[in-house]
Each structure stands twice: as structure tokens, then as C-alpha cells.
Nanobody, 126 residues
């Protein structure tokens, strides 16, 4: 079965950076739309960034635009999320996700994503 495993979370101070990775197995990343979501305690998951197959076009939530970069390596089946200038508002559990609905909008609708990782905690202290 498909498995997505995130690593790279941790604790940083405001203004710091983290790079999250998501390794996919039994899965062809190049055939799926890949995304990162995050979930605050007691809140619904929200989309952070998405990257499309083929063109690798990207889309970002307004809350992270300019501070976050999503990228992938199809050959290695790894998805990345580079996060810079982190603030306490970025504290959340971060999940990678995949959907075979490659171009079906909206880009960051969580219900469209079929495969999810277990999540990795990101904590930003002030």
C-alpha cells in the first residue's frame, strides 16, 4: 500500500528555517498532485502548498507565500517543503498528501487528497 513518511519537523526560534521531506513508497509521485497541509491544535487541516505533476507548477496559501517553497524529486519520490522566516503562527503538525486528481480544483481542498503521511510537528518559539 502507498506510504508517505514525513521527516524534518522540530523546534526553531522565530525567524528560523526548516526543511520538511516526505518520502513516498509504492507510489509514483510523478503521476500525482502533491501537497503540504498543516493542522493547528483543535483546528481543521489547511493547505499550505501544492505542486503539480509534469510542469511542477506550484501554488501557495497566502499565509505562507514568499516564505515557503515546495519542490519534489520524482526520481527519488521525495517531496520537500522549505520554510523560512518562521513565526509562532507556523506552529502546527505538517502533513504531506497526494491525489490522483492531478488538476481538479481547488488546489488545496483536503477532501481531494487520498494519501496522507502521519505528520511531523513544527514548533516555532518567540
Amino acid at each position: 500500500q502507498v506510504q508517505l513518511v514525513e521527516i524534518g519537523g522540530g523546534s526553531v526560534e522565530t525567524g528560523g528555517s526548516l526543511r520538511l521531506s516526505c518520502t513516498a513508497s509504492r507510489f509514483t509521485m510523478s503521476k500525482h498532485r502533491m501537497a503540504w497541509f498543516r493542522q493547528y491544535a483543535g483546528k481543521k487541516r489547511e493547505g499550505v502548498a501544492v505542486i503539480y505533476p509534469g510542469s511542477s507548477a506550484t501554488y501557495y496559501a497566502d499565509s505562507v507565500k514568499g516564505r515557503v517553497t515546495i519542490a519534489k524529486d520524482d526520481a527519488l519520490n521525495i517531496l520537500y517543503l522549505q520554510m523560512d522566516r518562521l513565526s509562532p503562527e507556523d506552529t502546527a503538525i505538517y502533513y504531506c498528501a497526494a491525489t490522483p486528481h492531478r488538476y481538479f480544483p481547488p488546489a488545496l481542498e483536503s477532501n481531494l487528497y487520498e494519501y496522507w503521511g502521519q505528520g511531523t510537528q513544527v514548533t516555532v518559539s518567540s
